[in-house]
């Protein structure tokens, strides 16, 4: 099993999802810059965030449109899994690759903390491990979060259980307060019509290991690990 | 025939435009009353075509290639010759 990570000109997570894939979980994980443009040989890919291109023209706009999307599209095709983080969730929505659109919090500040999510479904390569309703806690650092999608997006992606985690309050419920940039019913990620594409704000990467408080964030990964290895 | 296009992006009606919200907000400190602030992006494009119209096509083209996000932007074009 090999993961790509892909690296854009901005971006700024990446090593730290390359620590949490090869120190803290010991999978063959590689970076790669998006000159190389072909994705032979690996099995997954993790965008990660970052300002790519300097969040110019929209957040993630321009990375959505470089040649290694195209492979990451082709990737995706073959059911391979594809995560989006922070800036790849916007990078990936620009792309057509998952529905709607980030754009800037409701309150125009960047917003970093530690934000409790309800995990929304189980049937996804990177939910599998959470259990049903799941009631987590992982950080979150954007300006542009705010998720929107229009009305006949949004009800396909309610009707097809598609919303992934939800901005929810301490008890678990889904309300305005708990909502830290205005998301369109609280919608902190989704995934695509085949569910192998998921685009999530917050950073599960930041919570991978107990040094840095929290393992919770790891299980995104274990999970995509084991779908990996069960399919492909 | 060089071309001057003028593209204008705003947001749909129904976004929130915090950007807005908050001159409109440092505006009423200063003593200045408005209805509502909303705010735009412009891009000035020039570039060779063989009429105003082909020169139109391409750019609505760029707009919805890449200029605006069909999701929660409009746009508007406005092509004039390049003297």
Not at chain 2, 56 to 66: F, S
Request: aromatic share 8%; charged share 25%.
């Amino acid at each position: 099993m090999k993961i790509a990570i892909i690296q854009f000109g901005g971006t700024n997570c990446d090593l730290d999802v390359l620590h949490v894939l090869k120190d803290v979980m010991g999978l063959e994980a590689e970076t790669v810059w998006y000159k190389q443009e072909v994705l032979n040989g690996f099995d997954g890919v993790v965008i990660p965030g970052g300002f790519s291109y300097g969040d110019y023209l929209r957040a993630g706009a321009i990375a959505a449109r470089t040649s290694i999307m195209d492979s990451v599209k082709k990737l995706a095709a073959e059911g391979k899994p594809v995560m989006g983080i922070c800036n790849g969730f916007q990078v990936l929505t620009e792309a057509r690759m998952l529905k709607g659109a980030l754009t800037t919090n409701a309150y125009p500040k960047f917003r970093c903390h530690w934000a409790n999510l309800r995990v929304e479904t189980l049937d996804t390569p990177f939910t599998s491990r959470f259990k049903e309703g799941e009631l987590i806690s992982l950080p979150i650092a954007h300006m542009e979060g705010k998720f929107y999608a229009e009305e006949a997006d949004l009800a396909e992606l309610d009707e097809n259980e598609r919303v992934a985690f939800r901005y929810v309050d301490e008890n678990g419920k889904a309300t305005e307060e708990a909502n830290p940039n205005g998301s369109i019913e609280n919608i902190a990620g989704i995934v695509n019509e085949g569910r192998n594409v998921l685009g999530l704000m917050p950073h599960p990467e930041r919570a991978s290991e107990a040094i840095l408080g929290s393992e919770t964030g790891r299980k995104l990964f274990e999970s995509m690990a084991d779908y990996i290895t069960e399919n492909f | 025939m060089q071309y001057q296009a003028t593209v204008k992006i705003e947001q749909k009606p129904g976004m929130l435009d915090p950007e807005g919200t908050t001159v409109k907000r440092a505006l009423e400190h200063l003593g200045y009353a408005s209805e509502s602030v909303k705010t735009a992006k412009l891009f000035e494009i020039v570039l060779e075509a063989e009429s105003a119209s082909a020169a139109k096509q391409q750019v609505d083209e760029m707009c919805q290639k890449l200029i605006a996000n069909p999701i929660v932007d409009k746009y508007s074009i406005e092509i004039e010759e390049k003297k």
